[in-house]
């Protein structure tokens, strides 16, 4: 699989999401394996407003390369001014947004909202392409609804259009995150385009990652909530597709050494408050299945400061042990 200069077989990616995939997370993420890592969405119109959120969302670390910055607007002036802001942070990818589904963004244009008129999506990314000197991909879904499936069409003027990759989250705008995702699209757009197809939806386990490959010929798998509930699942999956096992212990000390990190690495660049307060969506999946983490996980949305968490974590982890026996 080639992006520009990028040449990764069997590549996995983060998807890029908002709130989520902030430094932290992308750097835990690369260190558990990810071959590339998405920004959180970048508001085009709060970029060309310079509004100081949005640009802290383009700040990305040579350590997390090969790194892309996720820009999405439903208006072609601001994205293509966007696209040159975003440049500018010498990202290896810049990628379009043409697959949120959020009533908001979509409705007015943005996001999925493209998949409604594919000549402007295409006039928006042939122009982004012509404005910056790096590769531009594209994140779409496979249509708006289930009546109007066009990610044939789309994949095409796509390609034309000059983009050098396109990742596909094989679910329609209306499903949202919801019922299965239809990953036989995959192979469909495979058969009508020259660039790398990278597939998004439905990828949970290591065991998914495993079977999109095997069944769909993508060149890519792109995870996203699976990631959320376990970062190390990019180490398990180049296991599992390495060795044909897993050898990576999911013990709960693995998981609180793990949690700790990535809470440390938010430190590194938020204020305590902004680090640990917003942290607290990732404590469901680092808890998940062991005993009695409901009450752990009530008490740690309480914590504001490390050093509690810390302690509260260590002091769970040798009241596990005392159990002899790891629920997971």
Same mark, same amino acid.
């Given at each position: 699989?080639?992006i520009?200069?990028?040449?990764?077989?069997?590549?996995?990616?983060?998807?890029?999401m908002?709130?989520v995939?902030?430094?932290?997370?992308?750097?835990?993420?690369?260190?558990?394996?990810?071959?590339?890592?998405?920004?959180?969405?970048?508001?085009?119109?709060?970029?060309?407003?310079?509004?100081?959120?949005?640009?802290?969302?383009?700040?990305?670390?040579?350590?997390?390369?090969p790194?892309?910055?996720?820009?999405?607007?439903?208006?072609?002036?601001?994205?293509?001014?966007?696209?040159k802001?975003?440049?500018?942070?010498?990202? @290896?990818?810049?990628? *379009?947004?043409?697959?949120?589904? /959020?009533? $908001? !963004?979509?409705?007015?244009?943005? &996001?999925?909202?493209?998949?409604?008129?594919p000549?402007?999506?295409?006039?928006?990314?042939?122009?982004i392409?012509?404005?910056?000197?790096?590769?531009?991909?594209?994140?779409?879904?496979?249509?708006?609804?289930?009546?109007?499936?066009?990610?044939?069409?789309?994949?095409?003027?796509?390609?034309?259009?000059?983009?050098?990759?396109?990742?596909?989250?094989?679910?329609t705008?209306?499903?949202?995150?919801?019922g299965?995702? @239809?990953?036989?699209? *995959?192979?469909k757009?495979?058969? /009508?385009? $020259? !660039?790398?197809?990278?597939?998004n &939806?439905?990828?949970?386990?290591a065991?998914?990652?495993?079977?999109?490959f095997?069944?769909?010929?993508?060149?890519?798998?792109?995870?996203?909530?699976?990631?959320?509930?376990?970062?190390?699942?990019?180490?398990?999956?180049?296991?599992?597709?390495?060795?044909?096992?897993?050898?990576?212990?999911?013990?709960?000390?693995?998981?609180?050494?793990?949690?700790?990190?990535?809470?440390?690495y938010?430190?590194?660049?938020?204020?305590?408050?902004?680090? *640990?307060?917003?942290?607290?969506k990732?404590?469901?999946?680092?808890?998940?299945?062991?005993?009695?983490?409901?009450?752990?996980?009530?008490?740690?949305?309480?914590?504001?400061e490390?050093?509690?968490?810390?302690?509260?974590l260590?002091?769970?982890?040798?009241e596990?042990?005392?159990?002899?026996?790891?629920?997971?």
């Amino acid at each position: 699989m080639n992006i520009g200069n990028l040449k990764i077989d069997n590549a996995l990616l983060l998807a890029p999401m908002e709130d989520v995939t902030d430094i932290a997370f992308r750097k835990l993420c690369k260190e558990f394996g990810a071959d590339i890592v998405y920004t959180e969405f970048v508001n085009s119109d709060g970029l060309i407003r310079s509004n100081k959120k949005t640009f802290k969302k383009l700040e990305i670390t040579d350590e997390e390369r090969p790194v892309g910055i996720q820009i999405y607007g439903g208006n072609l002036g601001p994205m293509v001014e966007s696209a040159k802001i975003a440049e500018k942070k010498n990202p @290896d990818i810049i990628d *379009i947004n043409a697959g949120c589904w /959020v009533k $908001k !963004i979509a409705n007015r244009g943005a &996001g999925a909202g493209l998949l409604r008129d594919p000549d402007y999506m295409q006039k928006m990314v042939e122009a982004i392409v012509k404005s910056v000197k790096i590769p531009v991909t594209v994140k779409t879904r496979i249509g708006w609804d289930e009546n109007s499936i066009n990610i044939i069409e789309i994949a095409k003027r796509v390609e034309d259009a000059g983009a050098s990759a396109l990742t596909i989250h094989c679910r329609t705008r209306s499903q949202g995150h919801n019922g299965e995702a @239809d990953w036989s699209w *995959i192979q469909k757009v495979k058969e /009508v385009v $020259k !660039i790398p197809v990278f597939l998004n &939806g439905g990828v949970m386990t290591a065991y998914d990652v495993k079977k999109a490959f095997e069944t769909t010929n993508a060149d890519g798998v792109m995870i996203a909530r699976g990631a959320i509930e376990r970062p190390w699942i990019f180490r398990e999956a180049k296991e599992l597709l390495t060795y044909g096992e897993i050898k990576l212990i999911d013990s709960p000390e693995f998981r609180f050494q793990t949690a700790l990190r990535h809470l440390r690495y938010s430190l590194e660049i938020k204020e305590p408050r902004t680090a *640990i307060i917003p942290f607290r969506k990732f404590w469901s999946g680092y808890l998940k299945g062991l005993r009695n983490s409901s009450k752990v996980k009530q008490e740690l949305m309480k914590l504001t400061e490390y050093a509690p968490i810390e302690d509260l974590l260590m002091n769970y982890l040798e009241e596990l042990k005392k159990e002899e026996k790891f629920i997971y």
